[in-house]
């Protein structure tokens, strides 16, 4: 097996056995379930309180620079999104071509639906760039955007990024589903 392979296949592992089966049925009212006063989401324009917004269209993504310390509790669409735009679609974009994604201006979903639909098709693109890269390309630093670790370095930067936020995306889904004391559910 080649590295890009190995790479490729860490990740997909986590992505069939583990997280995408976790998301199936999600719906609306997890996607935008807050768990704790002040959370941040993805909200209608012109109803959030957060001191920065992020996106053009009819939802916005809440945000703050610098970040407050201690960081808000996020929602899952808050963290479907940060996956989407911030873990995959910069550097999909970056590093395999096609259209660049930016937080200001990408396109926040509205419904769990949609923002699975988005999921899917980044880390889609994802996961055929990094099998696409040759042991030269893996060994050396992106000729595109900023970051200038060799490319290996940066495929598993994504890998964890995609674990730790999953796997936080997942605990919410269990917190939502025994908010009312009731016993285990499965998702």
Known sequence: MTRNEQLADQLDWYWRKNLRPRLDGLTDEEYFWEPVPGCWSIRPRGTASAPTLEGPGEWTMDSASPAPEPAPVTTIAWRLAHIIVSCLGYRVGWYFGGQDVDS??????GTADEALEQLDEMYGRWNAGVRKLSD??????????????????RVLHVNRELIHHGAEISLLRDLYRRQDGAGPHRI
């Open 136 to 153: 030269a390309d893996l060994d050396n630093p992106p000729t595109v955007g900023p970051e200038r670790y060799p490319m290996e370095n």
């Open 104 to 109: 200001r201006t990408f396109a926040y979903a």
